[in-house]
């Protein structure tokens, strides 16, 4: 599944048609996709990392309901790649988080297999 991600997170990037406001939203899911920019990025705790925190702490909430979520959230963490504990997301957070659950969701589904 992690690969599928990976190329799906690539050809998604590439597809003019996936330009605008979904396109800004993908940082943390590009960050899931590459762990040696997940690392880096820890290391710095840029913003674009709390972001991706937030939203592996959603996928792993909502993960219960979601077999694929639970599927990735272990390939992740087999990168050391792990949720955080107990993350409070605020409402504009949330609503981030979901909009890009939505798009983790086609990714893994593979819409944007090529």
Excluded at 69 to 96: D, G, M, V
Aim: glycine share 2%; hydrophobic share 35%.
């Amino acid at each position: 599944m992690y690969r599928i991600l990976s190329e799906s997170v690539h050809q998604y990037m590439r597809d003019p048609a996936t330009q605008g406001a979904r396109r800004k939203s993908m940082g943390p899911i590009c960050l899931l996709a590459n762990p040696e920019a997940y690392h880096r990025e820890r290391t710095a705790k840029t913003d674009l990392f709390h972001k991706t925190q937030e939203l592996l702490s959603y996928l792993q909430q909502t993960a219960p309901f979601n077999p694929r979520f639970q599927t990735l959230l272990w390939h992740l963490e087999s990168r050391e790649i792990i949720p955080p504990a107990q993350l409070h997301l605020n409402k504009e957070s949330l609503e981030r988080c979901q909009e890009q659950a939505r798009i983790l969701q086609q990714l893994i589904n593979l819409a944007y297999w090529y």
